[in-house]
């Protein structure tokens, strides 16, 4: 059974600091994996989808990476601000989009 | 294109009560997901539909849940006999493919 953990569960950082957050699968059999962002009572937007045959992608100011092997990814965050302050998800597919499977998420609070 | 839509998106009931929420996917998405996330967690998937076909359905759906997508458009989720323990949650996501999900607002359901 496919388990996902994010570490750490909370973090608060001042502006402008560099962050990497953490996420680790037991099952690496999977299709994608994907990082989410949560706003308070909101529902998840994406922010990167990386394919099983990928190592990382990048959006702006974010990277992630993947190393299935590991079973572990990365969510790299450059020079945090506080608009970034939002709960991030990630969540891992076996089986080409559905039964998603999501992590407890990691709840960032970037300050002023 | 306006995005996944959901209605109610609060909903505060008795104890017992039958519920009924309706999830509106991006048009021509041909994949539907309904998902529900308590307090502190990320969302779990509940069920999933191709057009109008449901294909997966978790074992949270219990007896007291039906998920329907008549014509392969707009999808409906009833909750019967509700339950302290339903509160939570409730999103809907829509995808043209099995990659990214595109999440609506949610319902937030409170049983009392």
């Known amino acids: 059974k496919q388990e996902v953990t994010q570490i750490p569960a909370a973090l608060s950082v001042p502006e402008g600091e560099n962050l990497v957050l953490n996420c680790s699968f037991t099952?690496?059999?999977?299709?994608?994996l994907q990082w989410f962002r949560q706003d308070p009572g909101k529902g998840l937007t994406s922010l990167l989808l990386?394919?099983?045959?990928?190592r990382e992608q990048t959006s702006g100011r974010l990277n992630a990476s993947l190393d299935k092997s590991s079973g572990r990814s990365t969510l790299y965050i450059a020079a945090s601000q506080p608009g970034d302050s939002a709960t991030y998800l990630c969540?891992?597919?076996?089986?080409?989009?559905?039964?998603?499977?999501f992590g407890a998420g990691t709840r960032l609070f970037v300050k002023a | 294109d306006t995005g996944v839509s959901q209605n109610p998106r609060h909903k505060i009931t008795k104890r017992g009560q039958n519920v009924t929420f309706r999830c509106d996917p991006i048009s021509e998405h041909n994949r539907l997901y309904w998902y529900r996330q308590t307090l502190g967690q990320g969302p779990e998937f509940l069920t999933y539909f191709q057009n109008e076909a449901q294909l997966e359905k978790s074992r949270l759906l219990s007896d007291r849940f039906s998920a329907e997508r008549p014509k392969g458009s707009f999808s409906t989720l009833e909750i019967q006999r509700t339950e302290q323990g339903d509160s939570a949650m409730y999103l809907c996501?829509?995808?043209?493919?099995?990659?990214?999900?595109?999440f609506g607002p949610g319902t937030r359901l409170l049983v009392l």
């Open positions: 996501a829509s995808s043209p493919s099995p990659e990214t999900q595109y």
């Open positions: 969540a891992v597919d076996h089986t080409g989009g559905f039964k998603t499977i």
């Open positions: 099952d690496s059999a999977i299709y994608n």
């Open positions: 990386i394919q099983s045959s990928q």
